[in-house]
């Protein structure tokens, strides 16, 4: 058998604990990994997250400047960033326009005009038709994000509804047509603008129709009641 003198086992239990003190040091000098926080460091309760404690008002004017912001990305689709109304979706705008369109045809056509439920549900479930084609389609956008950029997308018509309904209908039928045609191409364009980059090249066709469809039904409404 093997003996083992007293110095013998001190060197040993001695190079072990300088080796657990060498691997602990190496550990904990590690770097850490970039981009990550350390739990519940760099929170700051002061930051524009906190909205616990603001005004009401404030809350309000915030979201309608961010619609704002919205609405000129519609009406100017060339000139702005096409990613930012599709990022941060809402459907309190859309809503808006359904609502306003809704009211302005229901109060324009007298005995014959449309109910409000009426056009409030073709705008709606006629958006939600576009969207169910564009995601059976395989657009790389989300039901929310389509439904989002259709129902602003509505802007341009509604608008050109309430000039209509402004210039009255005992006017020249041309201008009324105008101003339906302008609104109903501006729409389109806008959404294609928006939604056709989204799609295969070879679905964008298949995309661009029921969308052109349902701003022209949309359109032909408005002319018909205005």
Known sequence: MTSYNASTIIDFLGSGTDQQNDLSGSISSMPQPKGRRTPLQDVDLNTDFDTLDEPVWDTIMRDARTIGSKFTHVLFPGSRDKTQ?????????????????????HSQGGEAAPQFTQVFTLTFFGSVIVTLNIKLLGGQISFFQSLCVIGYCLLPPSLAALLCSIIGKGNLFVVH??????????????????????????????????????????????LSHT
Not at 180 to 207: D, E, H, I, N
Not at 208 to 219: C, D, K, T
């Open 177 to 222: 047509l105008t101003l339906t045609a302008v609104g109903f191409l501006w729409a389109t364009y806008a959404a294609m603008g928006f939604l056709s980059s989204l799609q295969a090249p070879k679905r964008q066709l298949l995309v661009v129709y029921p969308i052109f469809l349902f701003y022209f039904i949309v359109s032909w409404l408005i």
């Open 85 to 105: 109304l599709l990022r941060d979706w809402d459907l309190w705008g859309p809503l808006f326009i359904c609502v306003f369109l809704s009211l302005l045809l």
